[in-house]
């Protein structure tokens, strides 16, 4: 049961650019970030080829049709309570079953982490500091 407003707090790419995030079709993609992760679109170009930026709290992607290999990317959110944007993803029609939490280090900071892949291909790692 949600307890709290889930808070996307940043956003951390896996590669080089999370404003550059690889998919082969934008205007698909974008509804599963809209209706699913709560995120909505804010601009869109056409060129030097189709992409979108989406923004959630504070934290902004790009979602771009730019040839990269969506499966080799993707972004680590991290989140006010891990526990409650699983259910809030579960609530918008994510049907992600296997969504065992893990704990990951680092540095020195610990997380409560949970992973999902977006129709699209890209990775998500989404995690919350524990003290």
């Not at 923004?55 to 290999?69: C, M, P």
């Not at 080799?72 to 409650?84: A, H, L, P, R, S």
Request: charged share 25%.
């Amino acid at each position: 049961m949600k307890t709290s407003k889930v808070i996307y707090k940043h956003a951390w790419p896996y590669q080089q650019d999370k404003m550059n995030l690889p998919v082969e079709n934008v205007d698909t993609a974008i509804n599963f970030y809209e209706t699913v992760m709560g995120f909505r679109k804010i601009s869109n170009v056409d060129t030097p080829y189709k992409s979108a930026v989406l923004k959630r709290d504070d934290v902004e992607i790009g979602l771009a049709e730019n040839g990269g290999d969506p499966t080799q990317d993707g972004c680590f959110f991290e989140v006010n309570n891990v526990e409650d944007t699983l259910d809030e993803l579960k609530a918008n029609g994510f049907n992600k079953i296997d969504s065992d939490f893990s704990f990951q280090k680092h540095g020195s900071t610990l997380w409560r982490v949970f992973f999902i892949i977006a129709p699209d291909g890209l990775c998500y790692c989404i995690g919350e500091r524990q003290s």
